[in-house]
């Protein structure tokens, strides 16, 4: 339950409400040897540690606290079999080494990630690792590469419903490759499609998908 709330917190952009439940709930699934329920919190521990590295300063001292997490997660992953776990630990290391131009690591962890991911035949997990890999060529300006990384994501989201998230990372993705090729009309759209699933989900990410597209250059009148 705690859990739950705190991701509910977490999606509404409230990290220290989440943080404040997945802590208390981390400490009950200590105390009772719960290791499935440890290391789904210390995942998404992770995560708010991960959203404040990369939005509060990428000072090294922030660094180490998601990858604390995260590592700690992989351990556990790797000793209980959790395949889920696992994968979903390499896409945010991935895309947290990513953040310091480490790329060769980077590329290291979603090909382990995405091979367990397709072996699994988990979906989500290969959404997660392709958005994660599309990131990734994408600082690297592979835009080839990086937008056939989104339309599989795409391709892939397209059965879970119109208001689905991974359809939302996709179309926000598809607008960065459009915006870095200069087709500002793409971008646009791309980036109008991910806003309306974010807003249909109240999701956090809607203001910063709004401010990008009020900053890019104005589509000609019709």
């Not at 999606?11 to 208390?24: K, T, V, Y």
């Not at 992953?77 to 390499?90: E, F, S, W, Y």
């Not at 459009?178 to 109008?192: I, N, R």
Request: aromatic share 8%; proline share 3%; hydrophobic share 45%.
């Amino acid at each position: 339950m705690l859990d739950f709330i705190g991701v509910l917190h977490y999606e509404q952009g409230d990290f220290p409400l989440a943080e404040r439940f997945f802590e208390e709930g981390l400490a009950l699934a200590r105390q009772h040897d719960q290791r499935q329920i440890v290391t789904n919190l210390l995942q998404n521990l992770g995560q708010i540690a991960h959203e404040q590295y990369k939005n509060q300063g990428r000072e090294d001292g922030r660094l180490s606290r998601p990858l604390s997490y995260y590592e700690e997660v992989q351990a556990l992953a790797r000793q209980t079999g959790n395949i889920d776990a696992l994968v979903g630990c390499l896409a945010q290391m991935s895309e947290l080494v990513s953040l310091r131009d480490d790329f060769a690591l980077a590329d290291a962890l979603t090909a382990e990630g995405l091979d367990l991911a397709r072996q699994a035949k988990a979906n989500a997990w290969i959404i997660s690792m392709l958005d994660v890999r599309a990131g990734s060529f994408l600082d690297r300006h592979d835009l080839a590469s990086a937008r056939q990384c989104y339309e599989e994501l795409l391709d892939l989201a397209s059965g879970q419903g119109p208001d689905a998230l991974p359809r939302a990372i996709a179309y926000w993705g598809l607008a960065h490759v459009a915006e870095a090729e200069k087709d500002f009309q793409a971008a646009h759209a791309h980036a109008e499609a991910s806003l309306a699933i974010l807003k249909a989900r109240n999701h956090f990410g809607r203001k910063e998908v709004s401010a990008w597209i009020a900053s890019l250059p104005p589509l000609p009148s019709t």
